[in-house]
Structures are given as C-alpha cells and as structure tokens.
C-alpha cells in the first residue's frame, strides 16, 4: 500500500504532507488551528476565511478570462483552441510526471510579427490561467476534506453512547422515567434521590477487586488494562470515548465484573470537570447498578460538579446527609482525596451553599517521623552546632540559570550531541549520500504522518465498538514527538538488528515516560530556588540541615503516584509503533540494486534468530541502509534526557517515585519492567523507614562534576586514528577481523572435496572472527557515546542523580558517562569543586597513583610515597609527554587514571605552595576484598579477618597473592606426584590469574563461572601452551575452591548456612510461580553481602556529608579530595564496626522465620520444619574483636 502511494510522485507527497504536529482525526477541538494556519484578524472562523480566500480567486481568474477572449476577438491573436489545449496539457504535465522546461524559440523566429509576440503571449497568459485554476480547484478539494473530517468528527462523537444499560430492571425503569419527566426533574434532583437508594455494601465482585481494597493494592491482568486506558482518555480529552466503554463493559455482566469503583470514579471526575451533571448521574446509576456505594472520591466528584454548576442548596444538602449516613466524613473530602486546587475552590463552593459556616480542615501536620534506626541515631538526632553540611562552589544566580537550561532540556525530551567520529572529507560521494539520507527522511516523515492518522482511525473504529484500543495511547503525544522519535530509533538501530520483543518495549516506556511533563513549570522555579539557598555559596538558611528535610520544610507537595501501565499495553503500544515504522520506511531499491527498477523496498526487515536455543524476531535494517549511514557519516547523536547528566543539582528524593530529574518521573529502586513486588515493598514501607536510603541517593547525586580536559583530548586523539585496545580506546569497524580467505574461506565449505572436519573448523574460524568484530562495535559505539557526551560537557558543571538496585546499590542515572565506568571513563571525570591539599594531600596523591600502577600492594604507605618520589622523574613525564615521551603511565593497571593523577602531581609539586594547591583530583580508598572482609565479620574469624586487612598490621595483606600462593603449593605437590597439567602450569600461577575468582567466589560464582574467567587470564598469557587452557582452567579453579576453603573455614561455613535460608517458599506476588530452587539458594547469599556493603556505604556517606566532606563511592571503592582522605578513612572504619555490632544474622534468622515458617497452615510440613531447624541454627562466631578494624591502616588503602 505505502508503495502504491510513493509512486503517485511528488504531487501525491505535497497532498499526503501534513503540518508537523498536525492532530489526527479525533485530536481535541482547540489543536485544529495547526490545520487551519495561522490565526487572522478577521472575526470570521478559519473555514469561512478559506473560502472568501477562494471565491475571490475564482472571481478573479473569471476576470482575467474574460480578458483573454477579447483579445482574442480583436484579432490579435491568431492561436487556435486547440493550441492553447497542448500548452495547457503541457502545463499539466508536472502533476503526471514532472516538470518539463518551455521550449525556447529559434534564432529565426525574433523577426516575427507582432501577431507572432501576441500569440506566444495570450497563450503564456492561458497557461498561466489554468495553472491557477487548476491551484485553486486543489485547494477547494483539501478545505472540502477538512469540512468533512470536522463533520465526522462530530459523526463519530454522536455515535458514542452515553446512555447507560443497565442490567436491573427497576433501575433501568427508573432512568427511563427520570429522562422522560427530566423538564420537571431536573438531575440535581434525580442524583439526590438515587444516592438515597444506592447500596451501604459493596458486591462481592467489588469487594474481590483490589483496588478497592485500599491504596496499596494493586490492578491486575485486564483491570489494569482497563483503567490506564480510562486514565488515557482523560489525559488526552477523550472523556466520552471512556464513558462508551465504560457503558459498554457494563452492559455485558461478564465484562462487568471488571469494572471497579477507581473506574466509574475516573469518568465521573471527568465529567465532573466539565460541569456536565446528566452524563455524571449516568455514571452513578451504574454504580448502583453494579451493586458498588460511592466514597469520598464519589461525593466529591458530585459535589464539585454541583459546584460548578452553581447547584441550589437543597440538593446539595440531601448529598451531604446521605454521605453522612453512607458513614463518610465531610472533612475527609479535603483531606483524604486527591484534589487539584480549582477543584478544591469548586467543592468547598459547592459545601458552603449548604453549610456557609463550614471551614476545610487545614492540611493536616504529618507527625515528626523519626528513623529509628540505631544506626542513624546521630545523623536524625538533634542538629549538633558543630555540623558543617557542604555547600556548592556556586552562587544562587549561577544556580538558578543552571536549572532553567535542564529545564528547557527536559521540557524537549531529547538532546543532540555533536560525535566524534573523525570528520570525513566531503567528497562528492559523502555529499551525495548525506543529500539522499535527507531526502528520504524527509519521505519518511510524510509516510508516517500517514501512517499513524491511519492507525489511530483503526483503532479509534476499535474503540467505538467499545473494545480497548491503542488509540487514546497514540493520542498522548502529538504526531511530530512520535515521528521524531520513531526517525531517532531507525538511526539508532545496530547493522544486526534488534529484538522486536526489546524494540517494542523501548519504544512503549518511552511513550510513557513523555506522557506527563508536569505543568507545575512556574510553581517548582518558585520552589527550587528556594531550595537552592541550601546549596548556593552565597546564601544562608535558619538552621542547617539535610536536603530532603529542607525540600520537605518548604511545603512542596507530594505529587500522585502514577501506576505504571500493564506490560501487555506497553508492549503492544510499541509493537504498534514498530509496524508503523516497518510499514512507512523504504527506499529505492535503486539504493540496493544499481540496475534495479526505481521500486521501493523496505527499509527494516523482520527475520526470525535464535539466541539462547531460542527462536526470536528481529527488526534489521537493510545492508544498503546502513551503508547509507555509513557513507554519510553524520556528525550528530541523540540521547534521551535521562540518559545524560544533568546540569544543574537533583531534585532531593523523598519518595520511592519522587526525586531526580525535575520533570522526568523516576523510580528510587532500578527493577525488570514489569515486576512490581519491589515497588509494592516500598509504598509499604513506613517513609520514615526508607529516610537512611533517600538521603544517601540524595548526597551521592548532589556532587558536582566536570571534565578532565587534558586527558580528554589525548583519548580523542586515539579515537580518531585507530583507536588503542590495549588503553582501553575501542578500535574502529575498519580493523575488525575480516572472513578467511584462500583455503579457509567460507565458501570452500562448498566445495565436495572438503571433509566435514576442515568445514567445522571453518564455521569455528568464521563465528570467532564475526564474534570479535561484533564485540568490537559494541565497543566502538559504547566509546562513542561517552567522549561525545565528554566533549559536549566540556567546560560545564554537571550531575549524576543517582538509584538504587534492590540490594541497595546505587548507580548514577545517566548509562553512558558516569564514574562507574571503565578506567577511561573514570580517568575523564573530576570534582567541579575544588579543595586545598593542606599538609598531607600531595602524600596520598602519590599513594594513590602508585596504587593505580599494581605495584607495591604489600608494601607500607610509606614505601609508597618513597616509590612515588623515586619515580617523580618518569610522574613528570608522563605528564609533560604523554605520548611522545618515556610513557611510563602506559605500563599501569590503570592507565589512564594513573595518567590523570601524574598531571595532578606535576602541578601540586610545581605549585608555589603544594599545600596552598586547589586539587579536583579524587583519591580512591578501596576495600581489601570487601566481600570476604563482610563475611570475616559476621563470622568474627581471626584467621579470614587477618587475610583481609581487619586486623591492624604493619604491612598490607592481599588475599589474592595468598591465594595464589597456596594454589602454587598445592600445584607443587602435585606435579611432584606427575601430574601433567600441574607440570604445565609452573611459572604460571600469578595474583593476576587468580584474582577475580577470589573476589567473585563469595558473590555466588559457581565453578563454572571460575573455570571461565581463569580461562580468559590464561589465554592473555602469550607464553601459555593454549592446548592446555581446558585442562588448566578446569584444575586451577578446583585448587582456588580448595584454597578459600582452607583459608576461611569460619567465613565459608557461614556462606555454605547462608545458601540454605532460601529454600523455595515463594514471596513473590505471582503465588502460582514456582521460584528456581538452584537460582534461589546460589543468588541468596552474594545478595545479601551486598546489601551490607550498601548499607556499609550510605552510613558513610551520610556521616561524611555530616562532615562537610565530598564523598562519591563505586560501590566498595570510596572517593574524596585527597585532603580529606584521612577523615572518611576514620568514618569508614567506624560505620564498618557499628553495621557488624548489630546482631545481624540473628536479625535475619527471625525476619526469615516470622515471613516462611509463621503460617499455621503449613506449620506441620516437614519441609517447613526442615526450614525452621536451618534457620534457627545461627552459626556460632568466633573470637575476633571488632574495635580492632578502627585501627587498621589498610582496611581501605
């Protein structure tokens, strides 16, 4: 279909292109202006003014007609009719085909007569004529169809039915005698009468539905369905399509069962609003009908509609008395329902006509909600004078215009960035293909345009017929958002495809999270800037205090919490978007085929894949699309507002969905899509319970950041050549490995003489290769996206709102550029604020820049600093000749920071006064496996505490070297006895190789997991025999079990119980899904270490900003000014102690027994039994005192 219409050429292009942001069919009244132009001065309507536009047109091309034909008649003329006939057909012929260029006349004919020149120019002036006719008779044809699209409109709003159908039989004759005798009665009077007679007990299919059951409970399945479309439809003013739906679902029992009281109260509200009182009681007759009695949102949705309409006083009275007997209270409707302020005004208008002395109630004062945590005691208790909470190096005016540019980058939903990508040389090819990509977009932008007015007549043909339909989801966004952001996903999507599946999704949550921009603009400037007098350098506030109390103090208002659409619906919103796309994309097939006819083609294909042993679609792009892509090379990016940082300080959390990004709603705990048991947990949860996490997310995300240029643009310059894998700089697709060729080619695989051995090893060669260069572009683009965003935040301050996961580990919002990154990302980011080193800086930025190197793990801080100044030749370098000198930096674990901190030495030590020196530089602090150091704890083992730096010492002690040694031990013993892979293995056991299974083996890896990680070590060994990587990888991952197991008996026994807690009684709230015993019982115990080493991180972030301390952490690597690092060193270790002086693992043994084993239905199983013996046998700790961990100088180093 979309072919047929690309061939109509481009007289079809200009009739099928609408304005951008042009409503569909059904758009609301007010946007038709985009249609009709630009408003005018005339009195007259749009329409009108067209058509005197036109009938004075017509009456002047009659004029200038009439004109023609005497001339004609005088003779001057001498052109036959049927000359002007061929001239005008020529003039045609641009709509048919395309323009054609005026023949121009020969050399002989200037000494033409005169009657020659009149004739060449009466038939100019036909031409002309009948141009202009043909222009005008166009323009008649378009502003018809306007006329008749406004005329189905109101067609199509007639056929929507309000009446309801009522199943009782009294009832439906009590409606047809009340609309029969409406001139006596009016419906003030009928609403009156019909709350006295509703039901004072709700059905048992309302009492069953959850959202009747209180705030917390949640919609399921259709319900769900149901009511985001109601929603939908009052946000995009399609009240009367919700009413016909709902009128529809209520005639039929079965369909009416899912209905609830949240339904008929949202159209109520609706209609409410609107002052239309008739349709309002059509709704409360259902409700009856249904067997459901109104509540507080019930009255107050009648009475605000009373209100409006400037009711008399007796009918309201007769609503407030029955609202008194149904057992309401009149305060609550200012209390506990949600209401706008006009609504507000509107209902207490209506109240006072009935009681003219009644006051609202004052909002009531939340009583004071303390943390009772023992172990933010100090951080709640009464403000200490002595408390210095940081403040930005920024003043209010700086701040204040800061927020008004996120503002506006909110506001507008996306960004564009300027790539990297090196620059190309516009050669004509370059030139060609960027000229072709703009003209197929601006093809695509008419295809779509066309394509979603047809989608939304479908489904809003679906909708009359009172089924549930996509339609009031198209409606959210105008028709230029939707093309904008459909055009973003075809130039966004990779060379091999996308899952449909993960298309879809992405493409309906982003409809979601555009639905609302919050028109409280104006309110949260007045608002923020308050705020910002915490912050702001130059501004004071009465008492110092946290920023979510200071936000909560000014009065700002919780905004309602919006339920997330159905997974069904978001999927299928983005399915629908997806084929909307599939159906409006295509290109010549010229593109593809030189000497192919000029047909279009698709530009996206659906093709079927397996991954994972499972067959899934994919979207792909076609090869000569991205080739397109790739000629053209274009310069710019697009990214989501809430992918980048943000510029200007986070929204301080204060809620589970409140906090952040100022207009961009987001969820305080990261989840799957989808699954809700989370979110459920946390609106549960007391706020006062949830303080410790809010204001930690809070802290983290109030750091300001900015660019380390130097080191910038040195990794520009690699990414523009050809990359460094070795430094971490992705290397371009031109360097990817390319197909075999000569006798390893794939297509020898053909060939008959080849046996199936030498085919096997061909597929394996080829899937290698393919495999590296796909990981390769993974890579490349990853890169990509961070050094534009790098670059386009250069010079500027930003920030990194941050969230958790459900362990309790935060993550900054923004995917691409963050300081959780790699050592390049981390290496390319500074603090915005400075601080002075003072007199102990400079030494532990040497410290740390010998700790970025490897070297010296298990020497003292002093050898450290001693090693730094032996080396401050080859620091200073580095730092003047990164690239052209020595290039010691080059040789580090982590290069590039190392880099980073070289530069940050060479300008502390040639300052005049180093201690004076303003350093942005962050110093790390980072645990000594912290997991283990968490287990060592709990279990108070001597031994594990001392192999992990709990106990104080004189040098630092590394677990993975202990390791590694042991494993060489056993190793030994073992090639003594012949072994043969232990033979192979000698001289190659090192801490590097063994270093990630330790530190992942008390997060749950398996065996398998450590077989292949220690796989990937042995295979960066040049040196190693890689016939014997299996083998090796196989013995050296069972020799590391035996090692941990004999180095931490205590630690594992308590890992091994730990396992056991989580057998399968199922908490989730999908009761009729069996959990995965084995994921179950692996996943419990690293889940739950890291949820200490959370909790172990915000109490120090909390009491560091308490300190007036800058403090970001990469989870168990904590980061501070060098001049602080002393200070969070000494809060660090005593937050470690008073976490592990809690009883921890008895608290978790009864949480578990009071949520598993305390139901009496099952207390006689004997698998519950089982259970509770686990659970009740807490291991018995050791001897280890904890204050010790307080002096323990290597505990973080």
């Given at each position: 279909?979309?072919?047929?219409?690309?061939?109509?050429?481009?007289?079809?292009?200009?009739?099928?292109?609408?304005p951008?942001?042009?409503?569909?069919?059904?758009?609301?009244?007010?946007?038709?202006?985009?249609?009709?132009?630009?408003?005018?001065?005339?009195?007259?309507?749009?329409?009108?003014?067209?058509?005197?536009?036109?009938?004075?047109?017509?009456?002047?091309?009659?004029?200038?007609?009439?004109?023609?034909?005497?001339?004609?008649a005088?003779?001057m003329?001498?052109?036959?009719?049927?000359?002007?006939?061929?001239?005008?057909?020529?003039?045609?012929?641009?709509?048919?085909?395309?323009?054609?260029?005026?023949?121009?006349?020969?050399?002989?004919?200037?000494?033409?007569?005169?009657?020659?020149?009149?004739?060449?120019?009466?038939?100019?002036?036909?031409?002309?004529?009948?141009?202009?006719?043909?222009?005008?008779?166009?323009?008649?044809?378009?502003?018809?169809?306007?006329l008749?699209k406004?005329?189905?409109?109101?067609?199509?709003?007639?056929?929507?039915?309000?009446?309801?159908?009522?199943?009782?039989?009294?009832?439906?004759s009590?409606?047809q005698?009340?609309?029969?005798g409406?001139?006596?009665?009016?419906?003030?009077?009928?609403?009156?009468?019909?709350?006295?007679?509703?039901?004072?007990?709700?059905?048992s299919?309302?009492?069953?539905?959850?959202?009747?059951?209180?705030?917390?409970?949640?919609?399921?399945?259709?319900?769900?369905?149901?009511?985001?479309?109601?929603?939908?439809?009052?946000l995009?003013?399609h009240?009367?399509?919700?009413?016909?739906?709902?009128?529809?679902?209520?005639?039929?029992?079965?369909?009416?069962?899912?209905?609830?009281?949240?339904?008929?109260?949202?159209?109520?509200?609706?209609?409410?609003?609107?002052?239309?009182?008739?349709?309002?009681?059509y709704?409360?007759?259902?409700?009856?009908?249904?067997?459901?009695?109104?509540?507080?949102?019930?009255?107050a949705?009648?009475?605000?509609?009373?209100?409006?309409?400037?009711?008399?006083?007796?009918?309201?009275?007769?609503?407030?008395?029955?609202?008194?007997?149904?057992?309401?209270?009149?305060?609550?409707?200012?209390?506990?329902?949600?209401?706008?302020?006009?609504?507000r005004?509107?209902?207490?208008?209506?109240?006072?006509?009935a009681?003219?002395?009644?006051?609202?109630?004052?909002?009531?004062?939340?009583?004071?909600?303390?943390?009772?945590?023992?172990?933010?005691?100090?951080?709640?208790?009464?403000q200490d004078?002595?408390?210095s909470?940081?403040r930005?190096?920024?003043?209010?005016?700086?701040?204040?215009?800061?927020?008004?540019?996120?503002?506006?980058?909110?506001?507008?939903?996306?960004?564009?960035?300027e790539?990297?990508?090196?620059?190309?040389?516009?050669?004509?090819?370059?030139l060609h293909?960027?000229?072709?990509?703009?003209?197929?977009?601006?093809?695509?932008?008419?295809?779509?345009?066309?394509?979603?007015?047809?989608?939304?007549?479908?489904?809003?043909?679906?909708?009359?017929?009172g089924?549930?339909?996509?339609?009031?989801?198209?409606c959210?966004?105008?028709e230029?958002?939707?093309?904008?952001?459909?055009?973003?996903t075809?130039?966004?999507?990779?060379?091999?495809g996308?899952?449909?599946?993960f298309?879809a999704?992405?493409?309906?949550?982003?409809?979601?999270?555009?639905?609302?921009?919050?028109?409280?603009v104006?309110?949260?400037?007045?608002?923020?800037?308050?705020?910002?007098?915490?912050?702001?350098?130059d501004?004071?506030?009465?008492?110092?205090?946290?920023?979510?109390?200071?936000?909560?103090?000014?009065?700002?208002?919780e905004?309602?919490?919006?339920?997330?659409?159905?997974?069904s619906?978001?999927?299928?919103?983005?399915?629908?978007?997806?084929e909307?796309?599939v159906?409006?994309?295509?290109?010549?097939?010229?593109?593809?085929?030189?000497?192919?006819?000029g047909?279009l083609?698709?530009?996206?294909?659906?093709?079927?894949?397996f991954?994972?042993?499972?067959?899934?679609g994919i979207?792909?792009?076609?090869?000569?699309?991205?080739?397109?892509?790739?000629?053209?090379?274009?310069?710019?990016?697009?990214?989501?507002?809430?992918d980048?940082?943000m510029l200007?300080p986070?929204?301080?959390?204060?809620?589970?969905?409140?906090?952040?990004?100022?207009?961009?709603?987001?969820?305080?705990?990261?989840?799957?899509?989808?699954?809700?048991?989370?979110?459920?947990?946390?609106?549960?949860?007391?706020?006062?319970?949830?303080?410790?996490?809010?204001?930690?997310?809070?802290?983290?995300g109030?750091?300001?950041?900015?660019?380390?240029?130097?080191?910038?643009d040195?990794?520009?310059?690699?990414?523009?050549?050809?990359?460094?894998?070795?430094?971490?700089?992705?290397?371009?697709?031109?360097?990817?490995?390319?197909p075999?060729?000569?006798?390893?080619?794939?297509?020898?695989?053909?060939?008959?003489?080849?046996?199936?051995a030498?085919?096997?090893?061909?597929?394996?060669?080829?899937?290698?290769r393919?495999?590296?260069?796909?990981?390769?572009?993974s890579?490349?683009?990853?890169?990509?996206?961070?050094l534009?965003?790098?670059?386009?935040?250069r010079?500027?301050v930003?920030w990194?709102?941050?969230?958790?996961?459900?362990?309790g580990?935060?993550?900054?919002?923004?995917?691409h550029?963050n300081?959780?990154?790699?050592?390049?990302?981390?290496?390319l980011?500074?603090?915005?604020?400075?601080?002075?080193?003072?007199?102990?800086?400079?030494?532990?930025l040497?410290i740390?820049?010998?700790?970025?190197?490897?070297?010296?793990?298990?020497?003292?801080l002093?050898?450290?600093?001693?090693?730094?100044?032996?080396?401050m030749?080859?620091?200073?370098?580095?730092?003047?000749?990164?690239?052209?000198?020595?290039?010691?930096?080059?040789?580090?674990?982590e290069?590039?920071?190392?880099?980073?901190?070289?530069?940050?030495?060479?300008?502390?030590?040639?300052?005049?006064?180093p201690a004076?020196y303003?350093?942005?530089?962050?110093?790390?602090?980072?645990?000594?496996?912290?997991?283990?150091?968490?287990?060592?704890?709990?279990?108070?083992?001597?031994?594990?505490?001392?192999?992990?730096?709990?106990?104080?010492?004189?040098?630092?002690?590394?677990?993975?070297?202990?390791?590694?040694?042991?494993?060489?031990v056993?190793?030994?013993?073992?090639a003594?006895?012949?072994?043969?892979?232990?033979q192979?293995?000698?001289?190659?056991?090192?801490?590097?190789?063994?270093?990630?299974?330790?530190?992942?083996?008390?997060?749950?890896?398996?065996?398998y997991?450590?077989?292949?990680?220690?796989?990937?070590?042995?295979?960066?060994?040049?040196?190693?025999?890689?016939?014997?990587?299996?083998?090796?990888?196989?013995?050296?991952?069972?020799?590391?079990f035996?090692?941990l197991?004999?180095?931490?008996?205590?630690?594992?026994?308590?890992?091994?119980?730990?396992?056991?807690?989580?057998?399968?009684?199922?908490?989730?709230?999908?009761?009729?899904?069996?959990?995965?015993?084995?994921?179950?019982?692996?996943?419990?115990?690293?889940?739950?270490?890291?949820?200490?080493?959370?909790?172990?991180?915000?109490?120090?972030?909390?009491?560091?900003?308490?300190?007036g301390?800058?403090?970001?952490?990469?989870?168990?690597?904590?980061?501070?000014?060098?001049?602080?690092?002393?200070?969070?060193?000494?809060?660090?270790?005593?937050?470690?102690?008073?976490?592990h002086?809690?009883?921890?693992?008895h608290?978790?043994?009864?949480?578990?027994?009071?949520?598993?084993?305390?139901?009496?239905?099952?207390?006689?199983?004997?698998?519950?039994?089982?259970?509770?013996?686990?659970?009740?046998?807490?291991?018995?700790?050791g001897?280890?005192?904890?204050?010790?961990?307080?002096?323990?100088?290597?505990?973080f180093?």
């Amino acid at each position: 279909m979309s072919a047929v219409r690309w061939g109509r050429g481009a007289a079809g292009f200009g009739r099928a292109l609408w304005p951008a942001g042009t409503p569909g069919l059904l758009a609301e009244e007010g946007a038709l202006g985009g249609v009709w132009g630009r408003k005018r001065s005339s009195t007259a309507s749009p329409c009108e003014q067209d058509r005197r536009k036109d009938w004075g047109h017509a009456e002047l091309l009659e004029v200038l007609k009439a004109r023609v034909r005497q001339l004609q008649a005088e003779g001057m003329a001498e052109v036959t009719v049927k000359r002007v006939a061929k001239r005008v057909a020529v003039a045609r012929a641009p709509e048919a085909g395309g323009a054609q260029p005026p023949r121009q006349a020969p050399a002989g004919a200037k000494g033409a007569g005169a009657k020659g020149a009149a004739a060449t120019l009466s038939s100019r002036w036909a031409q002309k004529l009948d141009s202009d006719q043909q222009l005008m008779e166009k323009r008649k044809q378009r502003l018809e169809g306007k006329l008749q699209k406004r005329v189905e409109k109101g067609a199509w709003q007639k056929q929507l039915r309000l009446e309801p159908r009522l199943l009782s039989r009294k009832l439906a004759s009590q409606l047809q005698h009340w609309e029969q005798g409406a001139p006596r009665s009016p419906w003030e009077e009928q609403l009156a009468q019909l709350l006295q007679e509703a039901p004072h007990r709700l059905s048992s299919e309302a009492a069953a539905a959850p959202v009747d059951r209180g705030p917390e409970s949640r919609l399921e399945g259709q319900q769900q369905r149901l009511l985001s479309f109601f929603e939908c439809c009052l946000l995009t003013g399609h009240l009367p399509l919700a009413h016909h739906v709902l009128v529809t679902h209520h005639s039929k029992s079965q369909q009416q069962r899912l209905l609830t009281l949240s339904m008929y109260n949202m159209v109520m509200l609706g209609w409410a609003r609107q002052g239309s009182f008739k349709e309002l009681t059509y709704v409360f007759f259902m409700l009856k009908d249904a067997g459901l009695a109104p509540d507080l949102q019930s009255y107050a949705a009648a009475l605000q509609c009373m209100g409006r309409l400037d009711q008399d006083a007796g009918t309201i009275r007769r609503c407030l008395k029955q609202m008194a007997q149904d057992g309401l209270q009149l305060q609550g409707l200012f209390t506990a329902v949600p209401l706008s302020a006009e609504e507000r005004a509107e209902l207490l208008r209506a109240v006072r006509k009935a009681k003219p002395a009644f006051t609202p109630p004052r909002p009531p004062v939340p009583p004071p909600q303390v943390n009772t945590s023992p172990l933010l005691r100090e951080i709640y208790a009464k403000q200490d004078p002595a408390v210095s909470y940081p403040r930005l190096h920024l003043s209010l005016k700086e701040l204040q215009g800061l927020f008004q540019q996120q503002l506006r980058v909110e506001m507008a939903t996306t960004i564009t960035v300027e790539s990297v990508e090196k620059v190309p040389l516009l050669t004509k090819e370059v030139l060609h293909a960027r000229k072709t990509l703009a003209g197929l977009r601006t093809r695509w932008r008419t295809a779509l345009y066309r394509e979603l007015q047809e989608t939304k007549e479908n489904e809003a043909h679906a909708a009359r017929e009172g089924r549930l339909s996509l339609f009031p989801y198209l409606c959210l966004l105008s028709e230029k958002e939707v093309v904008r952001m459909l055009l973003q996903t075809l130039q966004a999507l990779p060379a091999q495809g996308e899952s449909l599946l993960f298309l879809a999704h992405e493409l309906g949550l982003r409809v979601f999270k555009r639905k609302q921009l919050r028109n409280e603009v104006q309110e949260l400037e007045q608002r923020y800037s308050k705020y910002l007098h915490l912050l702001a350098s130059d501004t004071q506030v009465a008492e110092p205090c946290l920023p979510r109390q200071h936000w909560e103090a000014l009065g700002v208002p919780e905004a309602p919490h919006e339920q997330p659409w159905p997974m069904s619906v978001v999927v299928q919103l983005g399915k629908q978007l997806a084929e909307v796309l599939v159906r409006a994309a295509q290109m010549p097939s010229s593109l593809a085929a030189p000497r192919s006819p000029g047909t279009l083609i698709p530009v996206l294909y659906h093709v079927y894949s397996f991954r994972s042993f499972r067959q899934i679609g994919i979207l792909k792009p076609h090869p000569a699309f991205t080739q397109l892509l790739e000629t053209a090379a274009e310069r710019t990016l697009t990214f989501e507002s809430t992918d980048v940082p943000m510029l200007c300080p986070p929204l301080p959390w204060t809620s589970p969905h409140s906090g952040a990004f100022l207009l961009s709603p987001t969820k305080m705990m990261r989840s799957v899509e989808g699954s809700q048991q989370h979110q459920l947990l946390l609106e549960r949860c007391p706020p006062a319970e949830l303080h410790g996490a809010l204001d930690a997310l809070t802290q983290l995300g109030n750091c300001a950041w900015r660019v380390n240029g130097r080191v910038l643009d040195l990794v520009l310059q690699l990414f523009a050549d050809k990359g460094c894998p070795r430094l971490g700089v992705p290397a371009p697709p031109s360097e990817a490995p390319r197909p075999p060729e000569g006798r390893r080619a794939p297509n020898r695989c053909l060939l008959p003489e080849v046996s199936p051995a030498e085919k096997a090893e061909m597929r394996r060669e080829l899937a290698r290769r393919l495999k590296v260069a796909r990981e390769m572009q993974s890579l490349r683009a990853d890169a990509l996206y961070r050094l534009s965003l790098a670059r386009h935040l250069r010079h500027r301050v930003f920030w990194l709102p941050h969230n958790m996961d459900f362990r309790g580990r935060t993550y900054p919002c923004s995917p691409h550029f963050n300081h959780l990154g790699s050592d390049l990302a981390r290496a390319l980011l500074e603090f915005a604020q400075g601080r002075p080193l003072g007199p102990h800086g400079l030494n532990w930025l040497k410290i740390h820049l010998v700790n970025l190197t490897g070297l010296k793990k298990r020497e003292s801080l002093q050898a450290r600093r001693d090693y730094a100044d032996e080396l401050m030749e080859d620091i200073l370098d580095s730092a003047d000749r990164p690239m052209t000198g020595r290039k010691w930096w080059m040789e580090a674990d982590e290069p590039w920071q190392a880099l980073a901190c070289c530069m940050e030495v060479a300008r502390a030590v040639r300052a005049p006064d180093p201690a004076a020196y303003v350093s942005h530089f962050p110093v790390h602090q980072d645990g000594s496996c912290n997991g283990l150091q968490h287990y060592a704890a709990l279990g108070r083992d001597s031994v594990g505490a001392a192999s992990v730096n709990l106990l104080p010492s004189d040098l630092p002690q590394d677990v993975y070297s202990e390791v590694a040694a042991q494993v060489e031990v056993f190793r030994r013993q073992d090639a003594e006895q012949g072994v043969q892979v232990a033979q192979v293995l000698e001289g190659f056991i090192s801490r590097k190789v063994v270093k990630q299974t330790v530190m992942t083996v008390v997060y749950g890896v398996t065996r398998y997991g450590g077989r292949l990680q220690i796989e990937k070590r042995l295979r960066e060994i040049h040196d190693f025999p890689q016939d014997f990587v299996w083998e090796a990888s196989h013995y050296l991952v069972r020799q590391v079990f035996n090692s941990l197991q004999e180095m931490f008996s205590g630690t594992r026994s308590i890992q091994i119980k730990g396992g056991l807690q989580s057998l399968t009684f199922s908490s989730s709230v999908d009761t009729s899904q069996k959990p995965n015993t084995l994921k179950q019982k692996n996943g419990f115990p690293p889940n739950f270490i890291h949820s200490l080493d959370s909790s172990h991180m915000m109490l120090t972030a909390l009491h560091c900003y308490r300190k007036g301390l800058t403090f970001v952490s990469v989870h168990d690597c904590f980061w501070t000014h060098a001049a602080d690092v002393a200070v969070m060193n000494q809060v660090c270790r005593e937050q470690f102690v008073r976490l592990h002086s809690q009883p921890i693992l008895h608290n978790l043994s009864r949480f578990l027994i009071e949520r598993f084993c305390s139901d009496p239905r099952t207390s006689k199983s004997i698998w519950v039994s089982r259970l509770m013996d686990t659970l009740l046998s807490v291991p018995k700790t050791g001897t280890f005192n904890l204050e010790q961990v307080k002096h323990s100088t290597y505990f973080f180093s």
